[in-house]
């Protein structure tokens, strides 16, 4: 099975601000990431695509489809993690935060206050993947998604320590491709953004 993994465009608002399952819309700026997203998959043979039931995800996976000519599929345990009480607010401004503070010290294990810990979605995601595995064995799958789910994916197909979870970056727009059969799992590409640039780096 070949995952093409695809984080949503741009959302007005601050970059470093938490949204979680805040059900914000995509900008014109992430509305023209999303056209260019879905142009340079124009050659690729795609089986089957997967969407967050939140907006910004959704817009673009629903542009996908529709290019494709394939039903879209939406699904929940693909969503942003939860971050309670401190959606809506910068990385910025929950610095003054000490519970804000601790938890970043302890992602691994806390939860976010009021909403969800990295091991929670790291459960519903491994979920959906175990489903895909069984169901698309041989097949190429778009899964339009958020940076922790995103993160959560290729963290257990990788077998990478969720004490490492911010040793890597994903940019809005970006696309990490993995190659996945019984015996082992490869990043064919990480993070790709030529696209949006109108360039294509995919394989």
């Not at 778009?142 to 970056?169: N, P």
């Not at 019984?182 to 995919?202: V, Y």
Request: aromatic share 8%; glycine share 6%; hydrophobic share 40%.
């Amino acid at each position: 099975m070949r995952l093409i993994l695809i984080r949503h465009g741009k959302v007005d608002g601050d970059s470093g601000t938490y949204y979680g399952w805040s059900d914000v819309s995509l900008n014109d700026e992430g509305i023209e990431q999303s056209k260019r997203i879905t142009e340079s998959l124009k050659s690729f043979k795609i089986d089957a695509v997967f969407s967050s039931d939140l907006k910004r995800a959704r817009h673009l996976a629903e542009m996908i489809a529709r290019a494709k000519s394939l039903p879209l599929t939406v699904e929940k345990r693909i969503r942003e993690m939860n971050f309670g009480e401190w959606e809506g607010h910068s990385y910025a401004e929950l610095l003054s935060d000490e519970r804000f503070r601790r938890w970043q010290d302890n992602m691994a294990t806390e939860a976010a206050h009021g909403g969800e810990s990295i091991p929670a979605v790291l459960e519903r995601t491994k979920e959906f993947i175990a489903a895909l595995r069984e169901r698309y064995q041989d097949q190429t799958i778009v899964v339009v998604s958020h940076y922790g789910a995103i993160k959560c994916i290729l963290m257990q197909l990788l077998h990478i320590d969720l004490s490492r979870f911010w040793s890597f970056h994903l940019d809005l727009g970006s696309i990490s491709i993995l190659d996945c059969d019984a015996k082992r799992q490869q990043l064919i590409l990480f993070n790709d953004i030529c696209h949006l640039g109108g360039r294509t780096c995919l394989p």
